[in-house]
């Protein structure tokens, strides 16, 4: 039977980060199976100046609908943010409410867990009688500044909605096996938690372009937010090292913070301290359309997260794009990294937080074409049966519709 699934985000959507490819990969696997979702936005979008922000009050991408409920982009002042953040909490339980007259809600999915706006949606799987489920992306580590700050505010809005409501919820999607066995050592009961890591298209990525490729180089390529869980200062500490070995080598930087100051002005002075600034690319903020043209034009992608809750509880949404790129990939043995992948069969696994690990990694491919092209292959036959949203799509629809038991 076919479900009226409606999804709240207070993050950007359809485009703009990790979390929209997720949610409208997501969305897209559960209209296959021929349901009816609209993704609900309480809060107005940011991503960088003017990039990827939709402007449309409500509208439809590639039949997923989508209706911001408040603002369209989220206020730059502190009295604006005040506004939106505020009224963003209560007007996903006033319009499903008053659209529970017209059509019934069968199943309200809510993208993350805070402690205010899980309790207010709460209050409406009550009210309107829906099924309630939870998508649990990563796990907060609490900030380490002894000051009362926002960021601080946040965290406790986290843990609070994880202790006390969380269990609560009727099922629950998460990113890794490490937070299924967090949510049932804090729920102590047995419950219905699927594992998904991510999802992915990979016909997004089989472009072929030479547009960003610098000639006679070996570019190696990284996208994300480049801050300390990603590891970014320890990928340019290994480049340095790299590039005074193989002076053709060339470090390409994809992203930026997408909602406060830029951190690529850091990035270029540490860089510059190097003496490795000219041989390095920062692109910063882009375009989702421009990221398979960018990723395409390296030889070698990849991610040095550091070790670290982060790094158990999460999987990197990047990777999918990598493998769907055919690109070998290095990344550092973290977390559930080595549970799904083997080194030299999928990806070159390095040690986190060894810079001569993570240059050895670079140099094996940098030796190896046969190893590389192997790599390529296992990563993205690995890729298209545990990421491909239309592969799964079946299993996600089949865990949101099945009685209440706890799924394996």
Not at 51 to 64: L, P, Q, S, V
Not at 83 to 111: A, E, R, V, W
Not at 339 to 366: A, C, T
Request: proline fraction near 4%.
């Amino acid at each position: 039977m076919h479900k009226n699934i409606k999804i709240i985000t207070y993050t950007n959507f359809p485009f703009g980060g990790a979390s929209a490819n997720f949610l409208r990969y997501f969305s897209l696997s559960l209209i296959h199976q021929k349901n009816c979702v609209e993704v609900l936005l309480p809060t107005g979008g940011y991503f960088g100046n003017k990039i990827d922000i939709n402007i449309k009050r409500k509208g439809e991408i590639e039949k997923i609908k989508f209706r911001h409920l408040g603002f369209i982009k989220h206020p730059r002042n502190y009295f604006g943010k005040f506004i939106d953040n505020t009224f963003g909490l209560f007007l996903p339980m006033i319009h499903l409410c008053i659209q529970q007259y017209f059509k019934k809600t069968d199943i309200i999915i809510s993208y993350d867990i805070t402690f205010v706006n899980t309790l207010l949606q709460l209050i409406t799987k009550i009210i309107t009688k829906s099924q309630f489920i939870i998508i649990l992306p990563e796990y907060y580590e609490k900030p380490n500044n002894k000051l009362f700050t926002l960021a601080l505010l946040k965290w406790y809005n986290f843990y609070f909605g994880m202790k006390y409501l969380i269990k609560y919820a009727d099922k629950y999607i998460v990113a890794s096996t490490y937070l299924k066995k967090l949510l049932k050592m804090k729920i102590k009961k047995d419950i219905d938690v699927l594992v998904l890591p991510n999802l992915i298209d990979p016909s997004s990525f089989s472009i072929k372009t030479n547009k960003h490729h610098q000639k006679g180089k070996i570019t190696i390529g990284y996208t994300g937010i480049p801050t300390r869980k990603d590891g970014v200062i320890d990928l340019i500490k290994s480049f340095r090292i790299l590039n005074e070995i193989y002076p053709k080598t060339h470090l390409l930087l994809i992203g930026d913070i997408t909602n406060g100051n830029s951190l690529i002005p850091y990035l270029k002075k540490y860089a510059g301290n190097l003496k490795i600034l000219k041989n390095i690319t920062f692109k910063g903020l882009v375009s989702y359309k421009e990221i398979p043209e960018l990723l395409q034009s390296c030889d070698i992608l990849t991610l040095t997260r550091p070790s670290g809750i982060f790094a158990q509880a999460g999987f990197p949404t990047k990777l999918g794009e990598y493998f769907a790129c055919k690109k070998p990939v290095v990344i550092t043995s973290v977390g559930y990294i080595p549970f799904y992948f083997q080194n030299e069969k999928h990806v070159i696994l390095v040690k986190p937080e060894d810079i001569y690990s993570i240059v050895n990694g670079f140099e094996k491919l940098i030796l190896n074409k046969k190893l590389s092209k192997r790599l390529c292959k296992n990563a993205y036959i690995w890729m298209n049966e545990n990421l491909n949203y239309k592969n799964v799509s079946r299993k996600i629809d089949h865990f949101i519709k099945m009685e209440k038991r706890c799924a394996e």
